[in-house]
């Protein structure tokens, strides 16, 4: 049964417009922001236990979709908003709801937050009858969280940017790290045992723990692949210009692609400064 309480078939990801349910505790609204960064647009989840008459809503989407939020607004009894990390396409959408539902917003970041204090690591928030533990998993930025929803002992695992539905995810040098998002994905693997993965881009999956293995062995593939290209030119680390490090690394990617890889390269290099 879907969410509006009919006996149609719940629509495959992606499905603009509609409340999709993925588990009994946790549906998605997507956005209809396609681009090279949001994949098919940024999931807004709706999390409520079964039998509880309000929610919480963790990243309301980018600026200028007013659709998406008077959606949220007007379907749903809103107690709590809760943000991954600080990108645009997830926080632009903070104050129309805050202020169309009145619900507290917390984030890492406390220029995010509206009427509530800043997140805290392993922090327990019991609200819409389910039990949320909230994980520090920076790395794709500084302020990167994870929220580990437990609803009567089943799992998933909300991981914002730091694993996506599909592809891989890009690394912001301004304020992230490969350091740090190695030991994310090493967090992630240890606390998400049992977990349906819930990402802020790109469709769902049943087991996190698969899909984060795979990304860590990607990461540890690239380093490699970074280190034989460095050897090649003859470069160190310290010397090494990005973009150029791109063209040969990530030759197979497309060149639209590029501008963020370069993005992720700089965060490699910076890591193999200090690892090598």
Known sequence: MTDDGSDAPTPAHPAYGVVREVTPFASVLLCDNPGVMELDGTNTWILRA???????????????????VRKIADEYDVSMILVTHRHHDHTGGIDRLHKSTGAPVRARAKRFCRNARPL????????????????????????????????????????????????????????????????????????????TLLPAHGPDHPDLIPVARFYKAHREERIDQI????????????????????????????????PAARMSVKAQLEYLRHNS
């Open 120 to 195: 805290h690591d392993r922090e327990v928030i019991d609200v819409a009858g389910l039990r949320i533990r909230v994980l520090f998993t920076p790395g794709h930025t500084g302020d990167s969280v994870s929220f580990l929803v437990d609803c009567n002992g089943t799992h998933a695992m909300i991981t914002g940017d730091t694993i996506l539905g599909r592809g891989t995810t890009v690394l912001d040098p301004s304020d992230g790290s490969l350091n740090d998002y190695m030991n994310s994905l090493n967090r992630l693997i240890v606390e998400g045992d049992g977990c």
């Open 50 to 68: 079964p039998d509880s008459p309000d929610c919480v809503i963790v990243d309301p989407g980018p600026p200028k979709h007013k659709h998406h």
């Open 227 to 258: 280190r034989a290209a460095l050897a090649d030119m003859g470069v160190t680390p310290q010397r090494a210009k990005p973009m150029k490090v791109v063209k040969r690394v990530y030759s197979d990617v497309d060149k639209e692609l590029w």
